[in-house]
T-cell receptor
Framework: AQSVTQLDSQVPVFEEAPVELRCNYS??????LFWYVQYPNQGLQLLLK??????LVKSINGFEAEFNKSQTSFHLRKPSVHISDTAEYFC??????????????FGQGTELSVKP | KAGVTQTPRYLIKTRGQQVTLSCSPI?????VSWYQQTPGQGLQFLFE???????NKGNFPGRFSGRQFSNSRSEMNVSTLELGDSALYLC?????????????FGPGTRLLVL
């Protein structure tokens, strides 16, 4: 069965510092990987996704993630964070091994707290 | 384009009651999925509807049910509420049910069971 592990439940960081949020997945078939962000009292918004092709994917607000098949990882990075990046971040996976269209498996989330 | 809307936003019920939550997807989207979010269990998939048919179901008891209408709007129902059903219920829509589709989430309905 698929699973997603987010290795850090909370990541405190100072403004303008770099950050990495770690995500590992387990699946024996081709996967599609997503990072979603949830701001307080809101739903989830897609940050970026990996479907195929280039293993490095980027978002419009400076985040990037690299798909590493050998390490089954999809870590999220940002070289310089802002106060406004404070939110909870979720890594998610879907796969095509069982006709499970429409189903995302989420990690437990990482709370990113950016301090001035 | 309007986003995914969910009603009501907040709900308080007592144990044993039933509740119906509503989700209106983005115009043109045909797939609606439901997720339950709790501090302990995180985000868990409930079910997915596409073209008025349930296509996929998570590991939840039969008290949790849903349906989709011809205009793609969806409702989920929880009967005989338990304290543990207190959660944020999120609805997400996508154009199709292809695995690579981006799902667009609504703001959620926060259910408190007393």
């Amino acid at each position: 069965a698929q699973s997603v592990t987010q290795l850090d439940s909370q990541v405190p960081v100072f403004e303008e510092a770099p950050v990495e949020l770690r995500c590992n997945y387990s699946s024996s078939v081709s996967v599609y990987l997503f990072w979603y962000v949830q701001y307080p009292n809101q739903g989830l918004q897609l940050l970026l996704k990996y479907l195929s092709g280039s293993t490095l994917v980027k978002s419009i607000n400076g985040f990037e993630a690299e798909f590493n098949k050998s390490q089954t990882s999809f870590h999220l990075r940002k070289p310089s964070v802002h106060i406004s990046d404070t939110a909870e971040y979720f890594c998610a996976v879907s796969d095509d091994g069982s006709n499970q269209g429409g189903k995302l498996i989420f990690g437990q989330g990482t709370e990113l707290s950016v301090k001035p | 384009k309007a986003g995914v809307t969910q009603t009501p936003r907040y709900l308080i019920k007592t144990r044993g009651q039933q509740v119906t939550l509503s989700c209106s997807p983005i115009s043109g989207h045909r797939s609606v999925s439901w997720y339950q979010q709790t501090p302990g269990q995180g985000l868990q998939f409930l079910f997915e509807y596409f073209s008025e048919t349930q296509r996929n179901k998570g590991n939840f008891p039969g008290r949790f049910s849903g349906r989709q209408f011809s205009n793609s709007r969806s409702e989920m129902n929880v009967s005989t509420l338990e304290l543990g059903d207190s959660a944020l219920y999120l609805c997400a829509s996508s154009y199709g049910r292809v695995l690579q589709e981006t799902q667009y989430f609504g703001p959620g309905t926060r259910l408190l069971v007393l």
